[in-house]
């Protein structure tokens, strides 16, 4: 199996963070974590994403933490010194694979046509983040692509929310959602992490009874 199926073959959800400070940063991870979260993506959209990823690193040693919105390799070779567990991109290049496979970081690229799997597959991987999942597709692109590309599997991530998520957790093909649903805006900005916590639980609860994969 590979690394990257192993990681996400644990996971149900995987929430993408977009962090304006360190202490939220943590707030959120910790939340998340208290639900029974065990990994997060942390997107490099905001000039503090490098320090947060650092500090929920040191918050929370048992939380996995992956950096997210990968787009060069300048980002790849930043998070790999912030040293997070693994790199996620919205897409993929020869370029940011060999990256990766110099550093020795666990990556999940991101592709969203079959053309895209086949390349890369071409370049060793197996599983990618489907993305942005509800507009390139949903679940009936994951159905589709299941026969040709058997042996593949994917992180749906890019419009899932509480009332699709099981539609895409249901296929084999599908090892986790990704998505930022549960990390509403006000209630971020009001820091009502008891609430993300409970909704996030909930959700958790919810969603693990429909996963085939
Ligand atoms: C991502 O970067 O993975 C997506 O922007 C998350 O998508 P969502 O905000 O629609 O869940």
């Given at each position: 199996m590979s690394d990257m199926r192993?990681?996400?073959?644990?996971?149900?959800i995987l929430p993408v963070l977009v962090v304006n400070t360190e202490e939220e940063a943590i707030g959120i991870s910790q939340a998340l974590f208290d639900a029974g979260i065990t990994a997060v993506e942390i997107t490099l959209r905001t000039p503090v994403a490098l320090d947060a990823?650092?500090?929920v690193k040191q918050a929370l040693p048992g939380l996995s933490v992956a950096a997210g919105t990968i787009t060069c390799v300048a980002d790849m070779e930043a998070v790999a010194h912030a040293d997070v567990d693994f790199a996620v991109s919205p897409g993929l290049t020869r370029s940011l694979a060999e990256c990766?496979?110099?550093?020795?970081?666990?990556?999940?690229?991101?592709?969203?046509?079959?053309?895209?799997?086949?390349?890369?597959?071409?370049?060793?991987?197996?599983c990618?983040?489907?993305?942005?999942?509800?507009?390139?597709?949903g679940p009936a692109l994951l159905k589709a692509l299941s026969a040709p590309l058997a042996g593949v599997s994917f992180c749906p991530t890019g419009g899932i929310n509480a009332g699709?998520?099981?539609?895409?957790?249901?296929l084999p093909n599908v090892l986790c959602v990704g998505g930022s649903w549960m990390l509403q805006a006000d209630i971020v900005a009001a820091?009502?992490?008891?609430?993300?916590?409970?909704?996030?639980?909930?959700?958790?609860?919810?969603?693990?009874?429909?996963q085939s994969a």
């Open positions: 192993e990681r996400l073959s644990h996971l149900t990823i650092r500090a990766a496979a110099a550093l020795e970081l666990p990556f999940l690229p991101g592709v969203s046509t079959a053309s895209e799997v086949l390349g890369g597959l071409e370049l060793g991987f197996d990618f983040k489907l993305f942005p999942a509800s507009a390139c597709g699709n998520a099981s539609d895409y957790l249901a820091g009502d992490w008891v609430s993300i916590r409970n909704s996030t639980r909930d959700s958790l609860a919810h969603l693990s009874r429909f």
